[in-house]
């Protein structure tokens, strides 16, 4: 048979792969040297031990007559479902609106999947990559055109230090699909209440469907800014929201995310998207795993969420730590506030030549700006996941070699 025409478009292969290759080939001329990554968004900490036990105990249980259990839900556990939406939304959303699953990315994948391929679709740039590459695999994004770095059928929103990494939302009016991420991978940035109803009014008034994603909310510790976009006034009619345990809880390999999808939330025809998720669901996923929703209903007691803030306030403080070395030797930064990620400038540059540089000089991994759409061309992210003596390191290597 013939390759699908789509997955032919994707560009250069996916980001971090292309880095791997790189690190790789650095190591294959330089075998001595102690790479230390501060590229991908991996976490690195051990689970604490509340979750341990709860992971522990859920899988004995599946040992037993009277613990077994096979195929659960499709929408996930009930009692999960509403302790998400009582600890995390304060009640804002329903436990019925939760679909927990295997993870935030996956979840993309099936509202891309939900939504087809004859929808048009605005991101933020630069962006998580999987919003623009599965969406060029289902076919809604036309061809790529290498003059603009663009595809042709999608609606690039340049966030930059000069809009304050807010986008004109002029440029998305007549968008079927808005993907929103706040706090922002890459930039670290993150949108204010008064942005997010700007962002709510366009939506309504242009009738698109905003894909939230929080995936880094519990990373935000300014009361001020909203941890979801369910705490804006009109939000329940025109968005949705993914997120996931991945990053507060360091659940990236153990896997759980969930998408919240408001009884409001229709098409223009009046159909209810909920609807249409929960048939997508039921048709394509099978439910995340009994155990993990088991550890997660744990992770939201008052002990897991105390382990929680401390996982999180680890890495901010590898965060502040990374933050102030790029300050210190002059490099223009971004984030790393109440966000993992810090956004560094670096003027008149190619974000793979200074990728390069570090690499060689301070055999620091980055991840390149580049690889996250054209407006991240002259930027680099650095990553606060990490185990602290390797920041430090890091750190100490920068500093020498940047400054
Ligand atoms: N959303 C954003 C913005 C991310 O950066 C990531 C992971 O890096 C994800 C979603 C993926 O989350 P999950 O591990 O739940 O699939």
Redesign the pocket.
Known sequence: MERNKNIAKLREGYLFPEINRRKRKFLENNPNAKIISLGI?NTTEPLKKHITKALVEASTDLGTVEGYSGYGDEQGLTALRDRIAEKLYGGIVSGEEVFTSD????D?GRLQVMFGNDVSVAVQDPS?P?YVDGSVIIGATGEFDDSKKQFGKMTYLPCTPENGFFPDLERCKKTDVIYF?SPN?PTGAVSTKKQLKELIDCARDNKSIIVY?A??AEYITDKKLPKTIFEIEGARDVALE?N?F??PLGF?GV?L?WTVVPNELTYDGGEKVIDDWNRVTCTIFNGASNIVQKAALSALDDAGLDEMRKTVGFYMENAAIIRKTLKDVGVEVYGGDNAPYIWARFPGRKSWDVFEEILETANVVTTPGSGFGPAGEGFLRFSSFGHRKDIIEACERLEKNLG
């Open positions: 968004g993870g935030a990315k996956c993309i998580y999987v991420c991978n994603d995936a880094y993914v996931s991945s990053k990236t896997r995310g």
